[in-house]
Nanobody, 126 residues
Framework: QVQLVESGGGLVQAGGSLRLSCAAS????????MGWFRQAPGKEREFVAAVNWSGSTTEYADSVKGRFTISRDNAKNTGYLQMNSLKPEDTAVYYCAAARIAYWSGIRTPANYAYWGQGTQVTVSS
């Protein structure tokens, strides 16, 4: 089991920044790839970004590429999502998740993630 707890969400004006954290406990966090997903009201959960178990490989949704940066610190069992140049359309509940899959090509698929946090709300005002 891996327990994940997100923090760092809040209300920010368009153009502002937030840094989300995902604290992991339980089984070795470094054994898992980590992803961030988001879900806006009335919409399906969508992939935002992912980082592999070592931090050497990242992937981003086109909608956030160049604005968001995913990272992790395995010594602290913590993952991060730095969000810059925020837009109102970034408003959603953000979830971190842990996956242990053999093929990186599956990293955007929510069903491939075994563990999920409870989510943190991000609201971007115009």
């Amino acid at each position: 089991q891996v327990q994940l707890v997100e923090s760092g969400g809040g209300l920010v004006q368009a153009g502002g920044s937030l840094r989300l954290s995902c604290a992991a406990s339980g089984r070795a966090f470094s054994n898992y790839h980590m992803g961030w997903f988001r879900q806006a009201p009335g919409k399906e959960r969508e992939f935002v970004a992912a980082v592999n178990w070592s931090g050497s490989t990242t992937e981003y949704a086109d909608s956030v590429k160049g604005r968001f940066t995913i990272s992790r610190d395995n010594a602290k069992n913590t993952g991060y999502l730095q969000m810059n140049s925020l837009k109102p359309e970034d408003t959603a509940v953000y979830y971190c998740a842990a996956a242990r899959i053999a093929y990186w090509s599956g990293i955007r698929t929510p069903a491939n993630y075994a563990y999920w946090g409870q989510g943190t709300q991000v609201t971007v005002s115009s």
